[in-house]
């Protein structure tokens, strides 16, 4: 069974930094590509930023562009978001989702979110 | 301002046929497949529809999708009172290099 599974979120002050992960099990995780797709507070869903199954090509979304970082650690068979220079529109939850195969594709497993708070 | 236009609301009574419209663009549907989730309040969205009209396995034959042109659809036949959610578009956008959604719509069940 394919599983993902958030954490990392919190409260943060606005410019400061948060690393969320995403462990997933129950699928070869350099077969597919990964995303993370956030949701503000009563708003529709944003796609985040993309990594490629092989690891080597990423795309992110303008509004992050130049502050977030995705990455994977194979080993652990985890995803990150590490999110630097926050801002209050960042407040969203937080879910990283699995493509059926490249970036291409549609996002065939979802997590439950990480909700991340950005206020002083 | 979302790349993909769904209207915010869409409502029927239990049996009916309800369609929920999504407008792009070249760059985003008139060249890739139009996917759709569907999404309860406080879960995670669920895959729906890809490849502009395949449903995953456990999705009922009461959901279908289609495409034409830079504009995609889902349709809801035999509508039930468990299809109350909200329900997005999504594609991949060549020109934006990233995935684009609708801005949701809520579909009330009267």
């Known amino acids: 069974e394919v599983q993902l599974l958030e954490s990392g979120g919190g409260l943060v002050q606005p410019g400061g930094s948060l690393r969320l992960s995403c462990a997933v099990s129950?699928?070869?995780?350099?077969?597919?590509?990964m995303s993370w797709v956030r949701q503000a507070p009563g708003k529709g869903l944003e796609w985040v930023s993309v990594?490629?199954?092989?690891?080597?090509?990423?795309y992110d979304a303008d509004s992050v562009k130049g502050r977030f970082i995705i990455s994977r650690d194979i080993s652990k068979n985890t995803l990150y978001l590490q999110m630097n220079s926050l801002r209050a529109d960042d407040t969203a939850v937080y879910y990283c989702a699995r493509h059926s195969g490249s970036w291409l594709q549609q996002f065939d497993s979802w997590g439950q979110g990480a909700l991340v708070s950005v206020s002083s | 301002q979302s790349v993909l236009t769904q209207p915010p609301s869409a409502s029927g009574t239990p049996g009916q046929r309800v369609t929920i419209s999504c407008s792009g663009s070249s760059s985003n549907i008139g060249s890739n497949t139009v996917t759709w989730y569907q999404q309860f309040p406080g879960t995670a969205p669920k895959l729906l529809i890809y490849s502009n009209d395949q449903r995953p396995s456990g999705v009922p034959d009461r959901f279908s999708g289609s495409k034409s042109g830079t504009s995609a659809s889902l349709a809801i036949s035999g509508l039930q009172s468990e299809a109350e959610a909200d329900y997005y578009c999504?594609?991949?956008?060549?020109?934006?290099?990233?995935?684009?959604f609708g801005g949701g719509t809520k579909l009330t069940v009267l």
């Open positions: 999504a594609t991949w956008d060549d020109g934006l290099n990233g995935w684009v």
């Open positions: 990594l490629s199954g092989t690891g080597g090509i990423t």
């Open positions: 129950g699928f070869t995780f350099n077969s597919y590509a």
